[in-house]
């Protein structure tokens, strides 16, 4: 698990550089390729962000639920309806000193309320949650669990990842994550380096775990066809949102409203 959230965590931005998809605001470009991903990084800090904890020697499920526990309650759910309990402490409800319920101690029902209240860049369940990247019609919607899988499911891609990463200063980690909502693949890793110089390697290794996976169809094709359109986001080094950006300034003359018939599905 810690291997895996580390990973999930560090190539996050990515996931948010390759999927971008949220250029415009009220009709018109908002100075950013991931709108929706800059949202996130300026929203409650007390429960988003990069999580360096993760990071540190020793990390596991206990640091995760003592992080959890000092996140700020939203609300208790009781008997069909939601109770305030916006910005108590869960740690109080487990001593049944809760101001919104006095006396009365938490269910496991609650504590899982609870876990979906934070919403850090991965978010740690009874899975792993990966929170980076925008929608996009059905090719990318099923390339984001493969670039995922591909990535962790399997134990040499996974180290191969890792490694990869594993360089990185939580300083880097974070200035990655603050800029790559504008700068998308041209987002800076450090070392004079992008995303952009790293993100076919990393799609050679998810397709290397999807591969090594070899879940077949009835055609004897595994999930590496899945990561298609992700390729083809390198290669032609331009991200869903420039894109979409190019349209608008070209052949929709600059009418949001051409984004519906060109982008529906």
Known sequence: MAQKF?????????????????????????GYLSYRSHIWSDTDPARTGMLPFVFEDGFGYERYAEYMLDVPMYFVFREGRYIDAAGQSFRDFLKG????????????????????????????????EMRGADGGPVERIVALPAFWVGLLYDQNAL????????????EERETLRSSVPKLA???????????????GEVLAIAESGLKA??????????ESRYLAPLHEIVARGTVPAQ???????????????????????
């Not at 999930?8 to 948010?16: D, K, N």
């Not at 101001?99 to 899982?112: F, S």
């Not at 180290?159 to 939580?170: I, T």
């Open 159 to 170: 180290d191969a990842a890792w490694d990869l990463v594993k360089g990185w200063s939580m």
């Open 185 to 199: 693949l041209d987002a800076p890793i450090g070392g004079g380096k992008s995303l952009r110089d790293i993100a």
């Open 243 to 265: 894109v979409l950006l190019e349209k608008f300034h070209g052949e929709w003359g600059g009418d949001i409203s051409r984004v519906y018939a060109g982008e529906s599905f």
């Open 213 to 222: 996976r070899a879940f077949l169809n009835g055609e004897g094709q595994d």
């Open 6 to 30: 580390r990973v999930s965590l560090a190539l996050q931005p990515l996931a948010t550089a390759l999927f971008a998809n949220s250029p415009f605001l009220e009709g018109k470009p908002n």
């Open 97 to 128: 000193e809760l101001p919104a319920l006095p006396g009365e101690k938490p269910t496991i029902g609650d504590w899982h309320d609870h876990l979906s209240t934070a919403f850090p860049e991965v978010r740690l369940k009874s899975f792993l």
